[in-house]
């Protein structure tokens, strides 16, 4: 029987050095599949870079619509930043093309899966449990099985003629709607600041005099208008990145730690997600109690730790889906973001949902709030903190 087997295809180093890898040390025929979540690539330069390479057959597939409203709108309900800083981009499309892969897979009668991934990194996690949670065939991971390192698969892939491009000797890249993540070169030393040639999406020099205002409105938690425009969710994405990368918004550089336990210096560029995540929390805090907003913290961290771990398809996942779907229903209105040499500050917010009351926050005579009311209740509240205290003293006398 034929070995066939199917590879989640970028075009880029490690998938095009897997490519061949499976033809001459599996005696396998190659199938690709390119899954667009908002890359920017060339599909058809993809496709011509896969048939170079010999694949029997290349698919291209559009899921960038699927991975907004399936994947990105979840994670800004979720205010989803991994150790409070990475918006998931990388971990949130992960996922999503794996099951297009198996898709195709299914549908070719494939005997083996295939990914790029290192042992290193965090994506064969994503990969393998998303693969082998619908699937039985067998996972061949070249780089990872090989121990290859880049710098083996640039002689390789000088050695098999594949053409690799300037930015990819330098760095690796990966990009799609929600974020550009930069690793590898000089950023393997966590003192050494970015070059600023590293950066596409962000403008970190000649940057405008005067501030960029933002008006964003949410429905239930889901970004829907931008600037009094209404918006399709992809368009509405890029529209965010634009305006916010423009205005310096959105480098994101920190020391990360890996599913597999590493420590890595990790820089991202998310200038759309740092702008609507920032926002959506903004609102929440307006039209939840305060008891919500605590618990939805927590479940928060919880949905990002396990949306970044590769355990998208974990019971326990969709349970907190359920509770933060819940959460959403008043979390409609609309958010003022000020955007200034790369300084981002929520300026406004309203909503007809919102527990900000005037009458009982103002501090003039149209207050209603009566303030001696309160003594009784600083009294009350405090009470086991002072004892606690006065016994402190008392008992430190005696020693």
């Not at 694949?55 to 994670?75: G, L, M, Q, T, W």
């Not at 829907?224 to 399709?232: L, N, R, S, W, Y």
Request: with cysteine; aromatic share 8%.
């Amino acid at each position: 029987m034929t070995q066939r087997g199917i590879l989640a295809f970028s075009g880029g180093l490690d998938t095009s050095v897997v490519v061949k890898y499976l033809q001459e040390e599996y005696d396998m025929e190659v199938i690709t599949v390119t899954v667009d979540v908002g890359q920017g690539d060339d599909q058809k330069e993809i496709e011509a870079k896969a048939k170079k390479l010999g694949v029997i057959k290349h698919y291209n597939i559009d899921a960038r619509k699927e991975f907004v409203e399936d994947f990105i709108f979840p994670s800004i309900k979720a205010n989803a930043l991994y150790q409070k800083k990475y918006c998931l981009a990388t971990a949130l499309a992960r996922p999503l093309i794996a099951q297009k892969v198996l898709e195709i897979a299914k549908k070719e009668n494939v005997t083996a899966l295939a990914h790029g991934c290192s042992g290193k990194g965090n994506d064969q996690v994503r990969f393998d449990i998303t693969l082998r949670s619908g699937s039985d065939l067998p996972i061949i991971a070249p780089i990872r099985d090989k121990n290859l390192d880049r710098d083996t698969e640039l002689i390789f892939a000088k050695k098999h003629g594949i053409e690799i491009d300037s930015v990819a000797k330098r760095f690796s890249i990966d990009q799609n709607l929600w974020g550009r993540a930069i690793e590898g070169g000089v950023l393997e030393d966590p003192y050494n600041e970015p070059p600023e040639d590293a950066f596409i999406w962000v403008k970190t020099k000649n940057l405008p005099d005067t501030p960029t205002y933002m008006e964003i409105k949410f429905d239930k938690g889901i970004p829907v208008a931008v600037d009094g425009q209404v918006m399709e969710p992809i368009k509405l994405i890029e529209y965010v990145n634009k305006i916010a990368g423009e205005a310096g918004v959105g480098i994101v550089d920190h020391i990360e730690d890996r599913v597999v336990g590493i420590k890595s210096r990790e820089v991202y560029e998310t200038p759309g997600a740092t702008c609507l995540i920032e926002a959506h929390a903004d609102l929440e805090k307006m039209v939840h109690t305060k008891h919500e907003n605590k618990f939805k913290s927590i479940i928060d961290d919880e949905w990002a730790y396990l949306a970044y771990s590769g355990l998208w398809q974990d019971p326990l996942k969709q349970d907190l889906d359920a509770f933060i779907e819940k959460s959403q229903n008043p979390v409609s209105g609309i958010v003022k973001l000020k955007l200034y040499k790369s300084s981002l500050r929520v300026v406004g917010r309203k909503s007809e949902y919102s527990l900000y009351n005037h009458k009982i926050a103002t501090y003039s005579s149209e207050s209603t709030f009566d303030q001696r009311m309160a003594k009784g209740f600083v009294e009350l509240w405090g009470i086991q903190s002072t004892e606690a205290i006065k016994l402190q003293k008392k008992l430190s006398k005696k020693i």
